[in-house]
């Protein structure tokens, strides 16, 4: 058996029960974490030296539209209407080959993984049904964890709240080809539009939809000028369709009787701060969920606009919320006292919260013996790390992804001494290029963009 001995770490397993430690060492067998404490004794094992090292479970992404990696950074000043304008509705999103879409999610999946992220909820738009069948095999190809959450494309006829188009049923097709059983890294998702990009008919076939594949269900909701008028959360509670596998994007201006309802009959939030405070969704729903009891996980969301990395989220999660509270006070002339979320919240939603929002957290987002091994270690030894003093907040304060040495996926090593394994860089360059010059040669150069 493939067995690994991670050693004298900081380990931070994000098990209550467990605990987390200044120093141990912990079990690894194929894919599965067998023990963890301190001075573990074994032996036919690879030891992996930790010293200097933070030990911790993989970072999860909740929500990414993964093929934009080819089309990085062209929406820099792009607004939330300058986006859905440019990507969807017949524009860039619909210039691309399903060659396109196979190193955009393959690059988008490895530049995850770089930075700690070994698991993602990919949401994908889909032209055909060969663009799909690309997409998946970019996922696969990289070694990533994910949810591959099949959406329709981002034609007109589609995105519109009266759209009475049902979701593609090649997902179904989807579904038997590549994801027949949910004991392996790829499972399926459906990424359905919801009552605020669709009719109402639609999204409650859509739903049941989901349901009958057996699916997370993520829409993007909540949001902009309409967000908080539509009260879709209520009428999907209404209707009795809140359930613990719905996702929802965003959630900046749904209600505080919307977020109950969501706490008292399951279903998750996905935050996605960094996109959010630059296109205008509304200030992030950190809060607004805390306050009624409702656990938000973190996403990248888009990277023609923002970073790829989990680190900056979490840094924008913090703070963003942090000043909403800070705000308050001052404005009753009060100065902040205990602050009133903590850098361990912000590292929970872009782990274990994650995990819950993707149904996974039977397997992943802590440490924990019997689940899998999605763990990364971070480097305490760069100049930006040491000396370290709060493992917590140096991991969500300091951390970038050049800190990130190991990650670890299923066991399987995907990164080590700070490099990408078994990956030819020169190609996915190369090819991802190609794909860019491909896309802009159909559409056109967007406003601003130097290259292609």
């Keep these: 058996m493939n067995r690994k001995l991670f050693k004298d770490g900081i380990v931070l397993t994000l098990d209550p029960s467990i605990g987390d430690f200044k120093k141990a060492d912990m079990l690894v067998e194929g894919a599965t974490i067998t023990e963890i404490q301190p001075n573990i ?7 992996i030296d930790c010293s200097n090292r933070i030990v911790m479970p993989g970072l999860v992404d909740a929500h990414r539209h993964t093929w934009e990696s080819v089309v990085r950074n062209v929406g820099a000043d792009w607004s939330l209407p300058t ?7 017949g524009n860039i999103g619909s210039k691309r080959s399903p060659q396109n879409d196979y190193i955009g999610n393959l690059l988008g999946a490895l530049e995850a993984l770089d930075a700690g992220v070994t698991t993602q909820l990919d949401s994908s ?13 970019g996922l696969r190809e990289s070694g990533t964890r994910a949810v591959f959450a099949h959406g329709p494309p981002g034609d007109g006829d589609y995105w519109n709240q009266e759209s009475e188009r049902l979701h593609p049923d090649d997902a179904r097709r989807v579904k038997e080809k590549h994801f027949s059983s949910k004991d392996q890294l790829l499972t399926m998702g459906l990424a359905i539009r919801g ?12 739903i049941h939809f989901a349901r009958e594949l057996d699916t997370v269900c993520s829409m993007h909701l909540g949001f902009g000028t309409w967000g908080a008028s539509e009260r879709s959360i ?6 009795g369709l809140l359930g613990a596998d719905l996702n929802f994007a965003h959630a900046n201006a749904v209600s505080p009787e919307e977020m109950k309802m ?12 960094e996109i959010e405070m630059m296109m205008g969704h509304g200030y992030p729903a950190t809060g607004l969920a805390l306050e009624n009891g409702v656990r938000p996980s973190l996403g990248v969301d888009v990277t023609t606009s923002t970073s790829g990395e989990m680190f900056t989220q979490m840094k924008f999660t913090l703070q963003a919320e942090r000043s909403r509270v800070n705000e308050q006070l001052l404005a009753n002339g009060e100065m902040p006292g205990k602050l009133h979320i903590a850098a361990r919240d912000v590292l929970e939603f872009a782990t274990l919260d994650g995990a819950k929002a993707l149904l996974l957290d039977n397997k992943i987002g802590t440490l924990t013996p019997g689940k899998e091994a999605d763990i990364i270690t971070v480097r305490t030894d760069d100049w930006n790390m040491f000396p370290i003093n709060d493992p917590i907040g140096a991991v969500t304060q300091s951390a970038q992804t050049k800190n990130v040495d190991a990650v670890f996926v299923a066991g399987n090593a995907v990164k080590r001494d700070g490099q990408l394994v078994n990956v030819d860089l020169e190609r996915v360059r190369q090819q991802a290029t190609q794909a860019r010059d491909s896309i802009f040669h159909e559409y056109g150069k967007p406003d601003g963009v130097w290259f292609g």
Excluded at 83 to 89: A, E, F, K, P, V
Excluded at 125 to 137: G, K, N
Excluded at 195 to 206: G, I, L, R
Excluded at 262 to 273: E, F, M, R
Aim: glycine share 6%; net charge negative.
């Design 83 to 89: 986006y859905l304008g440019s990507i969807y509705y």
């Design 195 to 206: 009552p605020e990009f669709s009719s109402w008919d639609t999204t409650v076939q859509d």
């Design 234 to 239: 209520e009428r999907l509670n209404s209707a």
């Design 41 to 47: 004794e074994a032996s036919d094992c690879e030891v």
């Design 125 to 137: 738009m889909i032209i055909s049904p060969e663009h799909a069948d690309e997409m998946v095999r």
């Design 262 to 273: 969501l706490a008292a009959k399951g279903g998750s939030i996905s935050v996605t701060p």
